[in-house]
């Protein structure tokens, strides 16, 4: 007989919002377990295909690249497709990505992550005319980019933040910061001295306590803090 693998999966239904326990409640599945290296978007695959078909939750490249399956894993952020279940206590625990509004299962509204991602103008801004090839950077100019292009806008690092639980509508949180940053690297923009005033603010950079769960949580093993103390130092840096 197949070893079995135990999930306890939060769900929630908006549409009987009136009755807390048909709302929301735990529902345990039990999946085979199936090839070396299983991941835990193939159970919740399974689960959806062969035992429950209203389980909700987002997925799409399975690769650990679009960063749409964030979830909250055994009490850790992280990204289902690239978590192998052999290294997970079972019964895993399976809730959506924290301080999210839930709209089903384990789908979360992520409006405003997104709105706060717009806020730092996630694009190159230059007054010089494009030329007719690319613009160029050195080598070297280019390395300042690595450990911030590579980000997916998971929100693992975000909804992780308790700064960002307790003051989210102000303090723009690590993934967008991590971003803001990406472009203040960036020789070929123009903008960093207006990127930088407009995170000259109490709450919107400075809520940042140092705490450095985002860092724990990222599944592509990156440093929001890092990031973040770099915006700080190109603020002291340029008043000194
Ligand atoms: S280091 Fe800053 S951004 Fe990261 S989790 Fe802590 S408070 Fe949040
Ligand atoms: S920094 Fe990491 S955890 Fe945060 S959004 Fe980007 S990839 Fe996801
Ligand atoms: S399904 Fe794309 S990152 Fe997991």
Known sequence: ????????????????????????????????????????????????WHID??????RSCGEGVCGSDGMNINGINGLGCITPIAGLAQPIRIYPLPNMPIIRDLVVDT?????????????????????????LQTPEQR?????KYECILCACCTTSCPSW????????????????DRWISDSRDEATGERLDALEDSFKLYRCHQIMNCVQA?????????AINHIKRALITRKS
């Open 1 to 48: 007989m197949a070893e079995m693998i135990l999930l306890d999966i939060f769900r929630f239904d908006p549409e009987n919002q009136n009755d807390g326990e048909k709302s929301e409640r735990i529902q345990r599945y039990e999946v085979p377990m199936g090839k070396l290296g299983m991941k835990l978007l193939d159970a919740l695959n399974h689960i959806k």
């Open 53 to 58: 078909s209203t389980l909700t939750f987002r």
């Open 111 to 135: 409006t405003h992550f997104f709105d706060q991602y717009r806020q730092i103008k996630p694009w190159l801004r230059s007054d010089t005319p494009i030329p007719e090839h690319e613009r």
């Open 143 to 147: 390395e300042q980019l690595d450990g």
């Open 165 to 180: 639980w307790w003051n989210g509508d102000r303090f723009l949180g690590p993934a967008a910061l991590l971003q803001a």
């Open 218 to 226: 990222c599944p592509k093993e990156l440093n929001p803090t890092a």
